[in-house]
């Protein structure tokens, strides 16, 4: 599946010679895209005849003019450049590891079909397959189309010119016979395929658009009576799509080494699509359509995102075991007073705050916690995680909370306010884009919806104003980090604002180091003085110390998120948090 499995593109080029060693008759499937070619490359099907039991599967993609141009939108008329192709053929080649057949139309002028030459066995390609129509040519299956061949003598020189611009031996160029599809009978196509096979085509694949296979069972006949030295080691092909009777066992009988199943993918698939669109639309919901639909996962597994997935959790885990969470929860405020202990202790339907917010970090692998207690701080009995104090929380607030626990920042750290709940994927996108280290050092987790919500619209918000503002779409969080936080406080006019900052952030260890060189530098100038919104360093909140970190000419990132969070300010909030967090 891709991304799990990938051959070389020297020994892709050789996979279809070494299959061919093997004596029997070749299947190949049309694949017009990567998730097709990815279903041809896994399908199995398991089989028991005369008490045997054997797994049968495709051999290799036949990669299709007509199903890359009509799955582009567009005719069958070679107007889809040898670039476009290979951007297809590269796509299925990628994540899977069985040959490919190309369909080259008519190869072009022979100065056009050297250079296809090149970059298809560069890509990997095994066999590319031309066609003796004279450029453009039309689709040999079209009703009343003209089909004008070219010059056996021209079309016989391109060939021996691609020949000599191969580099690999079992890179092979097999000439297609259109003589039964232009009404010029078996002779004609009997004395072309002489000539092509003496101009060093390693096979011929003769076509035909009759219902019955009566004309290619003639032309194998006939084939099989060319002198030995002309036909020796050279294949026969054909491609049983209007007579689809014939079986696979009738064609190898016959002398055929290899049988094309030219478009089914993309028939197949056009039909169950228009089915699921109609249902749906007849429907009014999708819910009737799903027993025809694989399940998400399915999907999600055949193109290696579950693999993705379970390698990012590792890297996530390996990464945030070396992080450490910072929670000052010592303040003392009028909730804090009702309930007789810290904000982050209060209980929400039998769980604390600070609970709930451990299982949410647990779950995206953090386990390193850092908690500054002050108020009631024998009330704090968690275990398994180191415990700071600031005992003079009455006069020293949050950001002084915060660097109680200074010995802890040493290492990357997040800081979290202690009274909000909020979705651990907002979380886990941070540990994401922190292991990214052109993110920068520091990263505010900041909110748009803020002027949604009326019953928090009177209350002083941490807001925040940005340069380089990007417009989002509503209900998705927006990985960039492109933005840069200008101002921030509880001061700026909501009006002017961009974002609220919900009171999660990143620090990388430069991150920490910048915070803690600040911090230093002006705690004692400003013990006595006013700190930006604070009457002073000991009263200042985290947004003081953020603001003189931007005035000094450190970037600080958002990471944007819309809702999925909540803080815990007044009994409004607690009953709003006891309908959402019902769990016990």
Not at 9 to 32: D, Q
């Amino acid at each position: 599946m891709s991304f799990l499995t990938k051959r070389s593109n020297e020994k892709r080029v050789s996979a279809l010679a070494n299959k061919l060693k093997k004596g029997r008759i070749l299947r190949f499937m049309e694949a017009h895209n990567a998730i097709s070619g990815l279903i041809v490359d896994d399908i199995k099907i398991n089989v028991v005849k005369n008490g045997k039991r054997r797994f049968l599967e495709f051999d290799g993609f036949w990669e299709s003019s007509f199903t890359d141009s009509a799955s582009k939108g567009l005719p069958d008329i070679e107007i889809v450049g040898i670039e476009s192709r290979l951007h297809t053929i590269n796509q299925i080649m990628e994540g899977t590891k069985k040959p490919m057949i190309v369909d080259g139309d008519t190869g072009g002028d022979p100065s056009r079909f050297e250079y296809m030459v090149k970059k298809f066995e560069a890509a990997g390609v095994s066999m590319v397959i031309i066609e003796d129509k004279v450029f453009p040519k039309r689709n040999s299956l079209e009703t009343g189309t003209r089909q004008e061949l070219e010059d056996p003598v021209l079309f016989a020189e391109k060939i021996r010119r691609g020949q000599l611009t191969k580099r690999k031996k079992d890179f092979m160029i097999m000439a297609r016979l259109e003589s039964l599809i232009a009404g010029l009978g078996l002779k004609d196509a009997l004395e072309r395929a002489k000539i092509y096979l003496e101009a060093g085509a390693d096979g011929i694949m003769i076509h035909s658009k009759k219902d019955d296979p009566d004309d290619i069972l003639e032309f194998a006949a006939e084939f099989k009576k060319f002198p030995k030295q002309l036909i020796e080691n050279k294949m026969l092909c054909c491609v049983p799509t209007t007579y689809n009777t014939i079986t696979e066992r009738e064609l190898a009988e016959a002398g055929f080494n290899i049988v094309i199943y030219a478009n089914h993918m993309l028939r197949a698939s056009y039909l169950a699509m228009q089915k699921a669109c109609r249902e749906i639309l007849k429907s009014g919901r999708s819910f009737e359509i799903d027993p025809y639909c694989a399940p998400v996962k399915e999907i999600f597994n055949r193109v290696g995102f579950l693999d993705v997935k379970e390698k990012d959790k590792e890297m996530a885990e390996k990464f945030s075991s070396k992080i450490k969470v910072l929670i000052p929860a010592a303040g003392k405020d009028e909730l804090a007073k009702k309930y007789q202990r810290s904000r982050a202790l209060i209980e929400i339907n039998g769980k604390s705050i600070l609970e709930r917010q451990i299982k949410a970090l647990r779950n995206v692998g953090l386990n390193n916690f850092v908690i500054v207690k002050g108020y009631n701080g024998e009330l704090f009995r968690m275990e398994n995680v180191n415990y700071c104090e600031n005992k003079e929380y009455e006069t020293k607030h949050i950001l002084s909370s915060l660097f109680c626990a200074q010995d802890h920042m040493n290492s990357p750290f997040i800081f979290l306010y202690s009274d909000i709940l909020f979705n651990e994927n907002i979380i886990r996108d941070l540990l994401r884009i922190s292991q990214n280290k052109s993110i920068g050092d520091i990263v505010l987790v900041v909110d748009s919806s803020f002027h949604q919500h009326k019953n928090r619209i009177d209350r002083d918000l941490d807001l925040i104003v940005t340069k380089n503002k990007t417009q989002d779409s509503i209900r998705r969080v927006i990985n960039s980090v492109d933005e840069k936080v200008s101002f921030i406080g509880e001061k700026i006019d909501k009006s002017s604002a961009d974002y609220e900052f919900i009171g999660i952030a990143y620090f990388s260890e430069n991150g920490a180091k910048i915070l803690k060189d600040t911090y230093f530098d002006v705690v004692v100038k400003y013990s006595n003085n006013r700190f930006h919104e604070a009457e002073n360093i000991h009263k200042a909140n985290f947004t003081d110390i953020i603001q003189e970190i931007i005035n000094r000419g450190y970037e600080v990132n958002v990471l944007k998120t819309h809702k999925g969070w909540m803080e815990i300010e007044n009994e409004d909030d607690l009953k709003l948090a006891e309908t959402i967090y019902k769990d016990a």
